[in-house]
């Protein structure tokens, strides 16, 4: 079995899942191919990062082979198998193990049995002496919330909808009114725009921009028992893999509305939404 890596971090964490769970079920070696990452310069495979089951890399003459054949669209049925929707359940049989696998798997339904297996396994192998003492700074504040807030190339890509400050503020007004005090903890990508829009002198905030890598901001949110996503999946992931708290999610991830139902019954379940 081949299970090609594209896109970020999240993207990434369900593909490695989708395979994971084929091994484990099937007792086959999963292969991956981050062939992708030659052509794609905005994005990386940072998977070798976590402390994942070591993957078995394809000879080379085989990746080329089988990206030329991908890229020239050359998808025979009796090789590839390709995602036919995005966040839509899709039955793959054991027999299919020989195939190459194309497509993101963003579903539960997938790798929610391996749910403690993927706890284990989606952890930093090396944590520097600067993230322990960050992660010891965060562990000092009561009813610690985690915020992720998702702009950048959401703002030139009209599939998709840019939250704003009246889901933030009504997701932190909702964990307030839960928890009585929380402190908010704001990762994003977009730093500037959060300290113009979420308001500090309302909320106990505290922005976690310091320059670190995405496997690592992911390993701090690890860290949390309460979360406020973005429509990402790179923080869907930390509030999926954490038991209980708080975990609220945006009603709305995309323009497309048939699509935003798919999302909602793909990872929402265990959410509020605003």
């Not at 030329?68 to 198998?81: N, Q, V, W």
């Not at 192998?125 to 992720?148: C, G, P, Q, W, Y």
């Amino acid at each position: 079995m081949i299970v090609r890596y594209t896109g970020g971090l999240g993207n990434q964490l369900f593909q490695y899942a989708f395979g994971k769970v084929f091994e484990k079920q099937n007792s086959v070696r999963v292969y991956h191919d981050s062939f992708s990452y030659v052509r794609d310069k905005k994005r990386k495979y940072e998977l070798g990062q976590l402390s994942i089951s070591k993957a078995k890399r394809l000879p080379w003459i085989m990746i080329w082979l089988l990206n030329f054949l991908f890229y020239l669209k050359i998808l025979p049925d009796s090789i590839f198998e390709t995602e036919k929707q995005i966040f839509v359940y899709q039955e793959v049989c054991s027999s299919d193990y020989k195939k190459y696998f194309v497509g993101n798997w963003q579903h539960y339904k997938y790798f929610d049995e391996i749910k403690d297996d993927l706890r284990k396994e989606f952890t930093l192998k090396e944590v520097t002496e600067r993230l322990n003492e960050i992660m010891a700074h965060l562990n000092r504040f009561d009813n610690s919330v985690m915020v992720h807030v998702r702009r950048g190339d959401y703002l030139t890509i009209s599939d998709y909808v840019v939250q704003g400050r009246e889901y933030y503020e009504n997701a932190m007004n909702q964990c307030l009114s839960k928890l009585g005090s929380a402190k908010f903890v704001i990762f994003s990508d977009d730093y500037k725009w959060c300290r113009e829009n979420i308001d500090n002198n309302m909320y106990d905030v505290e922005f976690m921009d310091l320059g670190l890598s995405a496997p690592e901001d992911f390993q701090l949110m690890r860290g949390f028992h309460n979360f406020i996503i973005s429509n990402s999946t790179f923080s869907w992931w930390p509030a999926y893999l954490s038991d209980g708290g708080i975990k609220i999610a945006p009603y709305r991830w995309f323009t497309n509305e048939e699509t935003n139902k798919n999302v909602r019954e793909a990872l929402l379940k265990e959410f509020e939404l605003f």
